[in-house]
């Protein structure tokens, strides 16, 4: 069974070909760089043994795209990753974010018609739901008004996506993950942020070890019970393997509509001070942290409600949210 990952040497695109990999797949991955870098190929093959297949290409260029899938064929699903997913930057560049986000989709999907290949696990988020009105938020919970450009080509792809399964062969999964953090046990891949980190987890790892002089807490008037916002965070190689089982129902023909959507996320929401005493308490240190005001653009509170996953694809979140800190610590030892 053949997988193409686009995206598949990026953060979570790694970690699925791992659990790919692992499960027996024959991998595919196409990744131009833009935001990962090409030692995690090897790290990848160090961890399973294996080396993919590897194509370095731009998505959004149709030539590139058609010439790949005409000298590629045998794929029975692919997995996309690829996308720009930097929030601020999408507010200043949204053209750039339309277009790469936008595009590379089309052109697959074209491609995916061309050549009969049926299944599609796309890579969705929880931002589609803004701030949720009733938690743990269901995927049935209106989509709100996307906060940034690149939220909005989540909320895009995933119409584009269910439109052309409605006009043709297609079957997708829309995935939609809350918060991704955590690495690979190894500490051979994880998150490589480029510059100052966005995310609350790798700017954590990256204070405790120097790097950063201090983590801004964002907000402590928010309606919780310590005032800092609430997230659904997940460990990645829990989400990584949500992805394995999505392309498995597709491919095996046990999907039960032509479009489905499942929340990836534990249930559980931490505040940014519960994941920080998280951090404290593992690594057994002080973190220098600081509460500034709250960053524009944030909601305050959002967990999944993950029924449908655990009943439908039989998947889980396994690991707690020691886990996620430890997993991101030990990575960023293994960096320097
Ligand atoms: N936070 C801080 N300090 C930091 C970074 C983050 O206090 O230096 C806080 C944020 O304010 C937020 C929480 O930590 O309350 C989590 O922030 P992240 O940036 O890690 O994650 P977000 O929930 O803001 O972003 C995630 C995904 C995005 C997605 C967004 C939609 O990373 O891709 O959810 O809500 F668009």
Redesign the pocket.
Known sequence: MKILVTGGLGYIGSHTVVELQSAGFNVVIIDNLSNSKIEVLDKITQITGIKPGYFNFDLSNKTACEEFFSNNNNIDGIIHFAAY???GESVNKPLMYYRNNLESLMNIMDNMNIHNIANLVFSS???V??QPDVLPVTEQAPRKQA??P??NT?KMAEDIIQDTVYSSDLKAIALR?????GAHPTALIGELPLGV????????TQTAAGIREQ?????ED?DTADG????D?IHVVDLAKAHIIAVKRLVEKNNKLDYEIFNIGTGNGY??LE?VKSFERVTNTKLN?KI?G??E???EK?WANTDFANNELGWKAEKDIDEMTASAWKFQLALK
Do not use: H, W
Not at 215 to 219: A, D, K, T, Y
């Open positions: 997913k930097a929030v988020s929880c931002t739901y803004g906060e940034s690149y939220g989540k993950y809350f918060n991704p953090v980190p966005n995310n609350l987890m790798p700017f954590i983590l801004s807490v964002f907000g928010y800092t916002a609430i997230r965070y505040s940014v994941v942290y500034v709250r960053r653009g944030d909601i959002v």
